[in-house]
């Protein structure tokens, strides 16, 4: 019998099943994933590498990421370099798997990279931690939220330029019940797997420790990467929240958004707070837009300071659009290693992990801190409130509210 | 009444978007015994052309339906031009050649859909007119989705009339049963593959295009729901279009429903419905032995 001869059509069958499951939810990135490289005599080159899902489900995300880590380099190529060295930038796609992710460890630092930044997937990044020690190398993780990167699997080669799951959603439970304490009825509606439920934890734990009459009307969790929330938003609905939670984003808060509309889901709320949306659901949306407040690491118009207007001229001059949170960290990100690797006059892993440690510097956002202890920048958490309007966009920002991170920083174990 | 009524439009929903989409693949393997690896992304195609046309241009419930069909014209000819410059190459050659092709033919579509409109996701809009719901028994059901049922009877309605009432349908009866007898008898049998396999492509493109205004636009969108086509082509036996039909029912009302009471089963709710029912019967329900 042959393998793949019609006579056995379900094991072909059952291939495809497995190709598609395996294969093409790591789509490939054509261009993408290849090396992108500064123009000169790269001999002497400080290398420093990107690694980031490029392609795939989240995709977007760390295309938006690399535009910040590349316009940084250029600015500082064109202000001297580190050190007085030029800086290279190389970038690999991780597809926002746990396993191309090391891969693309492994062969940045072949090429000599020993300095990373990016990581979108919180399942990436903590697959990292062996082999960055093994290759004796440095990550700043810029997007991924998962406590546990900088918590339970705190590596000494990992550092969290962004914040984290805990900052961003005890913020939310502080803020919110400052500003409606009226609201009790909550419901949950976010993704079923590790960072949907970190999010959910963190805001409801904080919720209950401060609010005597808050209340859970109902939890959902829909699949990550779902194409149908009709189910969920009717359970939802059907429960009577006042207010809803939600830790969907990208793509599945678009798809969730639009499928909730016809329900005249967000005017049946109070309330709708989702904890990630950094431009990319809002402008996708555009007129279809609903009320919400947002959570973001970064906006351009909630800081007025010298770094953050430089960055904002020069992004919307490189890209012909103004900055997201996506595009600020991996920015940022590249600003620290400049100032540490010039501190410490040293481009030693062991030098440059003692320098990060406790490290006070600028940033967009004002002054950041990492946290000598479990390596989470100490930032500001940014909360947009977003209304629906008649511009060409579709919607404003009516409100812009900025909890200090040291404010809502994790306790230490 | 409402959780009753909402999961089971819901799920028919899911069921309409499904068969068509499963109708094509199953018709394709019928004939051609292809096992189309790129079927999704012509679906994923179907929403983008579908936006590309009416977002910013002709923005009315007449657009939109008039651009979803006029994409999935457009996506047809792909179909057509793929099967007669790849696909026709290799029919000879083993199966497994045609899923290196097919999956080929993946990469290219999603990565030009990625260099075009980029890997961030996109949104079409819903016209205002069709983003409400309508009262049903008292229950407010979303209006889109009765139509995008009511869409899915009319093409199983055509489908079931073409094959059974019409000589194209007998002869694309005749082939998938007997090929060689087919052929002996005077029917252009490259012909007639080109033509269901453009069948087959416009169901794909045309669901991509229903599809598009109720999900994020992405250039991978086609792969989940592509599983759970395959899923229902299986599950409806191979090759039939009835078969295709209940499955798509049967698996997208009991998803639904299941998601609804015991939503720790949403998104596995189809591997256990084929496991059941292939361990029942291996060929598939309306398949042959």
């Known amino acids: ?413 | 009444m409402d959780v009753v009524l909402l999961p089971l439009v819901n799920g028919l929903t899911q069921a309409a978007v499904l068969f068509m989409i499963a109708a094509g693949l199953t018709l394709i393997y019928g004939v051609l015994h292809v096992i189309n690896f790129a079927h999704g992304s012509f679906v994923m195609l179907g929403s983008y052309l579908t936006m590309f046309f009416f977002v910013g241009k002709f923005e009315t419930v007449t657009g939109l339906f008039l651009f979803i069909f006029v994409s999935s014209i457009i996506i047809a000819l792909i179909g057509w031009a793929m099967e007669v410059f790849v696909l026709r190459k290799m029919y000879k050659a083993d199966e497994f050649y045609m899923v290196l092709a097919t999956y080929a033919i993946l990469l290219m579509i999603e990565g030009g859909v990625e260099k075009y409109w980029g890997s961030s996701p996109l949104s079409l809009p819903l016209p205002a007119s069709l983003n409400t719901t309508i009262s049903i028994l008292g229950i407010s059901v979303p209006l889109f989705s009765i139509l995008i049922c009511v869409i899915g009877l009319a093409v199983m309605f055509l489908l079931w009339y073409m094959m059974n009432h019409t000589n194209l349908g007998k002869i694309i009866r005749a082939a998938a049963a007997d090929q060689t007898m087919t052929n002996s008898l005077g029917v252009n049998v490259p012909a007639l593959f080109t033509v269901v396999f453009i069948i087959g492509i416009f169901l794909a493109a045309f669901a991509g295009g229903l599809l598009a205004p109720t999900v994020a636009l992405l250039p991978n969108m086609g792969v989940n729901i592509v599983i759970q086509a395959f899923v229902v082509v299986v599950v409806g036996g191979l090759g039939n279009i009835n078969g295709a039909l209940i499955a798509a029912v049967l698996i997208g009302v009991l998803d639904s429903f299941l998601g609804f009471y015991v939503p720790v089963l949403t998104g596995i709710t189809f591997y256990i419905v084929m496991a059941i029912i292939l361990m029942i019967r291996p060929q598939g329900l309306l398949g042959k032995a």
């Open chain 1, 1 to 413: 019998m042959k393998l793949f001869g019609s006579k056995n059509p379900f094991l072909l069958i059952f291939l495809i099943l497995v190709l598609l499951l395996t294969g093409c939810s790591s789509n490939q990135s054509s261009t993408n994933s290849e090396d992108t490289k500064s123009e000169g005599d790269n001999k002497k080159a400080l290398k420093i590498g990107f690694i980031g899902a490029l392609s795939g489900a989240v995709g977007g995300v760390g295309q938006d990421m690399l535009k910040g880590a590349e316009l940084a380099v250029e600015i500082i190529n064109e202000e001297g370099g580190i050190n007085g060295q030029e800086v290279e930038l190389l970038s690999k796609d991780t597809k926002g798997n746990p396993k191309d992710g090391i891969q693309a460890v492994r062969d940045l630092t072949q090429e000599g990279v020993k300095i990373f930044t990016g990581v979108v997937s919180s399942g990436v990044a903590l697959a990292l931690p062996p082999v960055l020690e093994q290759e004796d190398a440095l990550i700043m993780i810029a997007a991924a939220g998962d406590d546990a990167i900088t918590g339970e699997n705190f590596s000494p080669n990992v550092f969290r330029i962004s914040d984290n799951a805990y900052m961003r959603n005890t913020s939310a439970a502080n803020l919110f019940y400052e500003k409606y304490p009226e609201l009790t009825k909550w419901a949950n509606f976010s993704p079923d797997y590790a960072y949907g439920h970190a999010s959910w934890d963190a805001f409801n734990n904080q919720m209950k420790k401060i609010n005597p009459k808050y209340e859970v009307v109902k939890e959902s969790w829909p699949k990550f990467g779902a194409t149908d929330f009709k189910n969920d938003i009717a359970s939802v609905l059907a429960a009577k929240p006042q207010a809803v939670f939600s830790a969907l984003y990208s793509g599945d808060a678009i798809t969730m958004s639009k499928q909730a509309a016809p329900y005249d889901f967000f005017n049946q709320l109070d309330l709708f707070v989702l904890n990630s949306n950094e431009g990319d659901i809002s402008s996708a949306l555009g007129k279809e837009m609903h009320p919400e407040w947002s959570g973001v690491h970064y906006h351009p118009e909630a800081y007025d300071n010298e770094l953050n207007k430089k960055f904002v001229e020069k992004f919307k001059e490189k890209y012909k659009v103004e900055p997201n949170g996506y595009n600020s960290e991996t920015y940022v990100s590249l600003f620290a290693y400049k100032e540490a690797i010039e501190k410490a006059k040293s481009l030693e892993t062991k030098t440059l992990i003692k320098t990060l440690e406790g490290m006070k510097f600028d940033s967009v956002t004002g002054t950041r801190e990492f946290r000598k202890e479990d390596h989470q920048a100490i930032k500001d958490i940014v909360w947009l409130k977003i209304e629906p309007d008649n511009s060409d966009k579709g919607w404003k920002i009516a409100d812009i509210e900025i909890v200090p991170g040291s404010e809502v920083m994790a306790p230490l174990k």
